[in-house]
């Protein structure tokens, strides 16, 4: 006896089925072109020598054009190195941050910033900040005890 499926019924199954397969071709594909890498890590670091490991050895802030900056950061539980940063409105600052402990985030809410740092990889993103003010920048991956407390400053000068 052939169990009897109503036309949509089988219509619906056919197009949920098309769907998994197309999301699997999709993440397999990026997983390929990515060299199975997350999208914004630029290149890998010994997360047990981060300290010794330029330019991580001295994280901060550097000028490298009119208006162009890069911010190197380590985040370890439960800071951000360095705490603050200043730069003029208009700039562009890319980030890079690697981990000297566990998985970290790295969020400033209300811009393109958000990258997951892992130990053992640099993550970059970049940002131009067009108005002045103080941003928060926060650990949004959940790292430990003192999680909530992993936050850091971007301040945008006039
Ligand atoms: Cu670091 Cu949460």
């Not at 052939?2 to 089988?10: G, K, L, N, S, Y």
């Amino acid at each position: 006896m052939a169990i009897h499926v109503h036309r949509q019924e089988r219509l619906w199954l056919t197009a949920g089925l098309a769907i998994l397969v197309v999301f699997a071709a999709v993440i397999t594909t990026s997983a390929i072109v990515d060299g199975f890498v997350p999208p914004s890590r630029v290149q890998s670091i010994d997360p047990t020598k981060v300290a010794q490991t330029p330019p991580f050895d001295h994280p901060g802030l550097r000028r490298v054009a009119p208006g162009a900056y890069e911010a190197y950061y380590v985040a370890r539980i439960f800071s951000f190195t360095p705490a603050e940063i200043r730069v003029p409105a208009g700039s562009r600052v890319t980030f890079y941050v690697t981990s000297a402990d566990v998985e970290h985030g790295f969020s400033i809410p209300e811009t393109g910033v958000n990258t997951m740092v892992t130990p053992g990889w640099v993550s970059g993103v970049s940002h131009r900040f067009a108005k002045p003010g103080t941003y928060l920048l926060v650990c949004n991956e959940y790292c430990g005890a003192g999680h909530q407390l992993m936050a850091a400053k971007v301040v945008v000068t006039p």
